[in-house]
């Protein structure tokens, strides 16, 4: 796509401003309907903004570009300065990575005079996509963009999501329960507690009647990077239903627990608890020995973390970087456009819509910039991938973004879903190019819906025919999977854990955000959903069934 960019460098010797003797200047850039405007500085005459205005070449509304140096007033703006350029002559074409060097213009007052106006560096040229200043340009297509903190909002943007681990607590061996008096009324229901973060973990109580009770359970939890969190273990006495009381208890750092990458178990070890006793009233630690527990605790390497529907997943590689294979090629996405977009919201009283896409594989997820009043959004935009088993899924989803119109986004608001794709790396032929219009389908109260579609344009490219070949004869998962697999109950439980750590991290440790409601469109496979669509859409069908079929399985 061709953009007309204009490039706002700077400013020297303008007019100070003959009443208060001083000046605010900004810059405007007007073409046709489309204005925008820099930041403004107070008192100076030599202003530096180094800004960029792009303006798509089917928004192109006027023959003349004005580019007008204001004094920002409380009331009314001065008008300092300006310069027209007729873009009917010849302006020059920048290839990547040519860059044009900007020029001083003298500027003129409304009169053409151009003396005591000062000088504006600027320039002006017709580029694509691939321009350097492109992707913290304004465009012309995010016309409602009012600040820049909202601009950072609607900007093309890639996420890496954070590296995670799963951390294994066995829990073995209780010495030396201290008795109390209590414990000839009853037996002791001594039990341990595990916490990391928001997980909390509990080992069922023991049946040991001694006072070196033992478990010999695992306690599963999900740690990210960097390991800046801290595992607390307790020991605890279900003395009744609404009470527990602390035997001991144990911290431990995570960048001091041992890294397993196969299936020979790591050493287990005594560690020493600290116990909380009252003194004066007050409950103090006793730092000298209370009791020991035996554990064995490690960072699980081996294993490929399950923070995704198994038959959706976009990346199987175990989690330390020590055992995953090299790339087997890559994987080039262009995301060109949408038609028929159906109007997700109202403004002005026009049903209107401001989509922007989301593309996930493996740990790296894109997202477009948003178009913004369009129900026949255009990007262009290019990303790639490396791929490192063909027999995973990409999953591109659209949505509308809630906060360019809207100015500053609540956090009631949220960005409303009109559909995904999701392709199979395994049905593409290698090294060809495929160029399709996808159906965007919505699934809401009022049943099944099609709410657009997407037109996408893929390849893979496979650099050993070979590798590719022999990653078909390997197990799906890491070996560690089959060897020592997990439970039902714990890959549920984990994979929500995983879940809440990337929208924590995409949502609220990024810049601009990820909201939650577009992450999980891109982890979450719900099998009910599927069912009732499946459901929906073989019923009275007739010879159109079959298609259909095909349709609510893909979903």
Known sequence: MEYLCVRVVKARDLPTNDLTGSLDPYVEVRLGDNKYTTHHFEKTSNPEWNQTFAFSQDRIQASVLEVTVKDKDVSDDDFVGRYMFDLSCEIPKMVPPETLVPQWYRLEDRSGSSKDKGELLLALWMGAQADETFPEAWHSDASAVSSADVLANVRSKVYLLPKLWYLRVNVIEFQDLTPSDMYRIRQPQVFVKAILGNQTCCTKVSTSMTINPCWNEDLMFVAAEPFDQLLILTVEDKVSPNKDEVLGRFAIRLPHVDMRLDEKPVTCKWYELEKQVKVGGEKKKKVGFASKILMRISLEGGYHLLDESTCYSSDLRPTAKQLCKSSIGVLELGILNAQGVKPMKRQDRQETTDA????????????????????????????????????????????????????????????????????????????????????????????????????????????????????????????????????????????????????????????????????????????????????????????????????????
């Open 356 to 555: 922007y896409c989301v593309a996930k594989y493996g740990q790296k997820w894109v997202g477009t910039r948003t178009i913004t009043d369009s129900l026949s959004p255009t990007w262009n935009e290019h990303y790639t991938w490396e791929v490192f088993d063909p027999c995973t899924v990409i999953t591109i989803g659209v949505f509308d973004n809630c906060q360019p119109q809207g100015g500053d986004k609540s956090e009631d608001a949220k960005d409303l879903r009109i559909g995904k794709v999701r392709i199979r790396l395994s049905t593409l032929e290698t090294g060809r190019v495929y160029t399709h219009s996808y159906p965007l389908m919505l699934f809401d109260t009022s049943g099944l819906r099609k709410t657009g579609e997407i037109c996408l344009t893929m390849r893979f490219i496979c650099s050993s025919l070979l590798n590719m070949t022999y990653m078909y004869s390997q197990p799906l998962l890491p070996k560690m999977h089959y060897l020592h697999p997990l439970t039902p109950k714990q890959v549920y439980d984990l994979r929500h854990h995983a879940q809440q750590i990337v929208i924590m991290r995409l949502s609220h440790r990024a810049d601009p955000s990820l909201g939650k409601e577009v992450v999980l469109i891109g982890l979450c496979f719900i099998w009910y959903y599927g069912y009732i669509c499946f459901h929906a859409i073989i019923k009275n069908e007739g010879e159109h069934g079959s298609n259909r079929k095909l349709l609510a399985c893909d979903l």
